[in-house]
Nanobody, 118 residues
Framework: QVQLVESGGGLVQPGGSLNLSCAAS????????MGWYRQAPGNQRELVAD???????KYADSIKGRFTISRDNAKNTVYLQMNSLKPEDTAVYYC????????????WGQGTQVTVSS
């Protein structure tokens, strides 16, 4: 098991920036990937970005060029730098730690609210 604690959410104006952090209670290197998902009211939870243990990143088309995911294995922390925020980025953002063996298992944080509004 692992505890994931997100921070850094809040209210920001359109065009602004936020940097989300996800601190894990144990080494993140053991996970196949660390990621950020989001869920807006009435919508399904969707992948925003993830990064594998080998450093390969993947981004949703809607946020490419605006968001950057990074990981600090020494600090057991994953970050999501969000720039040029839009109202449609408003959602609860969840940190995810993915295990694939012996079967897929997703660990989740409690989520942090991001609201983009003027």
């Amino acid at each position: 098991q692992v505890q994931l604690v997100e921070s850094g959410g809040g209210l920001v104006q359109p065009g602004g920036s936020l940097n989300l952090s996800c601190a894990a209670s144990r080494s993140i290197f053991s996970f196949n990937a660390m990621g950020w998902y989001r869920q807006a009211p009435g919508n399904q939870r969707e992948l925003v970005a993830d990064v594998t243990s080998g450093g390969v990143t993947k981004y949703a088309d809607s946020i490419k060029g605006r968001f950057t995911i990074s990981r600090d294995n020494a600090k057991n922390t994953v970050y999501l730098q969000m720039n040029s925020l839009k109202p449609e980025d408003t959602a609860v953002y969840y940190c995810n730690a993915l295990t694939l063996w012996p079967r897929r298992y997703d660990h989740w944080g409690q989520g942090t609210q991001v609201t983009v509004s003027s």
